[in-house]
T-cell receptor
Framework: GGIITQTPKFLIGQEGQKLTLKCQQNFNHDTMYWYRQDSGKGLRLIYYSITENDLQKGDLSEGYDASREKKSSFSLTVTSAQKNEMAVFLC???????????FGSGTRLLVI | QEKVQQSPESLIVPEGAMVSLNCSFSDSASQSIWWYQQHPGKGPKALISIFSNGNKKEGRLTVYLNRASLHVSLHIKDSQPSDSAVYLCAVTRYGSSGNKLIFGIGTLLSVKP
């Protein structure tokens, strides 16, 4: 079976810092996603990519950049971390048909 | 913009009870509806999906979809403490720039032994 791996698992940053989160999958899935999960707000889509070097903005893309240099990897950059920000960032991948999304375990971000 | 709403926000039931979770969505053109289970510290895990009106049964899970009323429900029979988790309803939207899942906030289920 395949696996989707997010690194790091925990990330503590300082206000204004640029922070990068990484995601790797070995399902050979075409599409990859970054979601943000906040308590009481569910999962919100930040960026997604339907193939290598493709980027599509989600509903929450402001303040973030993304990069898909290889089919197997998708990275997310918080361009300027906000003080007291606390959230979980979830990476997912799926086939081009949009079925069977598989999620990673998440990166937990705390900004001090 | 598609909206997905779930109820109740949280639910506590005794072991062995039947659990019913509800989800409403705003766009009848929404495609597949998915239910995900998320345990603390883990990513969501797909449980069951439905596309056509009617019901679908897999093990202890049954999902009902009524597109006319924009409503889907998940029923868990003979609930177990290990079923304690957040349950997320999500709708798939297909577009020219790819597919995406739109999620509800979730229902926190606690099954007491």
């Amino acid at each position: 079976g395949g696996i989707i791996t997010q690194t790091p698992k925990f990330l503590i940053g300082q206000e204004g810092q640029k922070l990068t989160l990484k995601c790797q999958q070995n399902f050979n899935h075409d599409t990859m996603y970054w979601y943000r999960q906040d308590s009481g707000k569910g999962l919100r889509l930040i960026y997604y990519s339907i193939t290598e070097n493709d980027l599509q903005k989600g509903d929450l893309s402001e303040g973030y950049d993304a990069s898909r240099e290889k089919k197997s990897s998708f990275s997310l950059t918080v361009t300027s971390a906000q003080k007291n920000e606390m959230a979980v960032f979830l990476c997912a991948s799926s086939t081009g048909g949009g079925s069977d999304y598989t999620f990673g375990s998440g990166t937990r971000l705390l900004v001090i | 913009q598609e909206k997905v709403q779930q109820s109740p926000e949280s639910l506590i039931v005794p072991e062995g009870a039947m659990v019913s979770l509800n989800c409403s969505f705003s766009d009848s053109a929404s495609q597949s509806i998915w239910w995900y289970q998320q345990h603390p510290g883990k990513g969501p895990k797909a449980l069951i999906s439905i596309f056509s009106n009617g019901n679908k049964k897999e093990g202890r899970l049954t999902v009902y979809l009524n597109r006319a009323s924009l409503h889907v429900s998940l029923h868990i029979k003979d609930s177990q403490p290990s079923d304690s988790a957040v349950y997320l309803c999500a709708v798939t939207r297909y577009g020219s720039s790819g597919n995406k899942l739109i999620f509800g906030i979730g229902t926190l289920l606690s099954v007491k032994p």
